[in-house]
């Protein structure tokens, strides 16, 4: 248990639904993220927010929507999906710190939702 | 930009030991990082190196060179349980102190 729970852990979707992705961290993080996992590729990072501000988009596309209500949540909307998008997604977080400049301290991650599209 | 390479598939036998290698390339460097993960679950943290040297804990150790822009992990006394994809993982500087991570090193330990 890593203290980051990701529901759903496994979805089936078409390219017309809509559905979303849920992360939930009980270790009082402060920064939170979005990855993708795809088979033999390396750990793609989607989107993040720090201090409940999205801070960066890796030029995601649209069909992608995060949403992070508060620090302890981070959603990931889907919307027509295409089905390269089929992948293991990844939500972590960390504790974001400064010192002399900005950085992370390590991450630590949910079990993901492995998507499968039609 | 940044790119990190690392072997894709290792085997090793059970009780021996194994090193696992990183390059990476990157324009301005704040650690590294290795992570574990098993098949259908999350990815885990074993070590982070920021300076030169070697950073031991238990049977794992991971060794960072700057100046090579090269890391090991080595595993020792191997088990079976030992048998995951193991994540090397760059933060730096120009990436807003983001992570990068390397496709990963498949490892099976076989008896």
């Known amino acids: 248990e890593t203290g980051v729970t990701q529901t759903p852990r496994h979805l089936v979707m078409g390219m017309t639904n809509k559905k979303s992705l849920k992360c939930e961290q009980h270790?009082?993080?402060?920064?939170m993220y979005w990855y993708k996992q795809s088979a033999k590729k390396p750990l793609e990072l989607m989107f993040v927010y720090s201090l409940e501000e999205r801070v960066e988009n890796n030029s995601v596309p649209s069909r992608f929507s995060p949403e992070c209500p508060n620090s302890s949540h981070l959603f990931l909307h889907l919307h027509t999906l295409q089905p390269e998008d089929s992948a293991l997604y990844l939500c972590a977080s960390s504790q974001d710190l400064w010192d002399r400049g900005r950085y992370h301290e390590k991450l630590f991650f949910g079990s993901g939702t492995q998507l499968s599209v039609l | 930009g940044q790119n990190i390479d690392q072997p894709t598939e290792m085997t090793a036998t059970e009780g021996a030991i194994v090193q696992i290698n990183c390059t990476y390339q990157t324009s301005g460097f704040n650690g590294l990082f290795w992570y574990q993960q098993h098949a259908g679950e999350a990815p885990t943290f074993l070590s982070y190196n920021v300076l030169d040297g070697l950073e031991e804990k238990g049977r794992f150790s991971s060794f960072l060179s700057r100046s090579k822009g090269y890391s090991y992990l080595l595993l020792k006394e191997l088990q079976m349980k030992d048998s995951a994809s193991y994540l090397c993982a760059v933060r730096g500087w120009n990436q807003g102190g983001k992570l990068i991570f390397g496709q990963g090193t498949e490892l099976s330990v076989k008896p």
């Open positions: 270790l009082g993080h402060n920064a």
